[in-house]
């Protein structure tokens, strides 16, 4: 698995300077998530995937940018080589595509919610990477299998219930 970070900080230093939410993304964790994915949705394990993390300044630039709406999100996704869900027996290979978080969305979102931070910022992680892999929740049927698939592999990466969904 290769999930590469692009980060507002070059190290513990600079990170320490920033606000409590950005101190909430743990890339160990974030790390750990995406190769469980990974192996539950048979990924190769060559498959890349990349998370950024930013501001709401530079989310809200990206979601007027690709999606015509005002202001920051919480999270967004852009795919590459649209990769679908593997087999044991076939697993995708490819370029998964991009997540980008913007923490100070999920730590509103979080407190709303009334879990974590780092909770919410692995819930739109995963939520994400359902999106990269063609998931969608337009409709009913489809938001309802895209949330179970979200809630089981929290869960079991997590070990307890998966934090609430959030939805802005």
């Avoid at 590459?80 to 370029?95: I, K, Q, Y």
């Avoid at 923490?103 to 939520?127: F, I, K, M, N």
């Amino acid at each position: 698995m290769s999930v590469s970070f692009d980060l507002p900080w070059d190290g513990p230093q600079e990170l320490e300077g920033l606000a409590e939410c950005y101190r909430a993304v743990d890339t160990d964790q974030l790390s750990a998530l995406v190769e469980l994915a990974f192996t539950r949705w048979h990924l190769h394990p060559d498959t890349e995937v990349s998370i950024a993390v930013v501001d709401e300044e530079r989310m809200a630039e990206l979601h007027e940018q690709w999606l015509d709406l005002p202001g920051a999100t919480d999270v967004m996704s852009f795919p590459m080589d649209e990769l679908r869900e593997g087999t044991p027996e076939e697993p995708s290979l490819g370029v998964l595509g991009d997540v980008v978080l913007c923490p100070p969305v999920a730590q509103r979102q979080a407190q709303a919610a009334g879990h974590s931070t780092q909770d919410e910022l692995c819930l739109l992680t995963v939520h994400s990477l359902l999106h990269l892999l063609g998931h969608d929740h337009a409709q009913e049927e489809e938001r309802a299998r895209m949330f179970a698939a979200q809630r089981a592999l929290l869960e079991e990466f997590l070990g307890r219930d998966a934090p609430v969904e959030t939805m802005t």
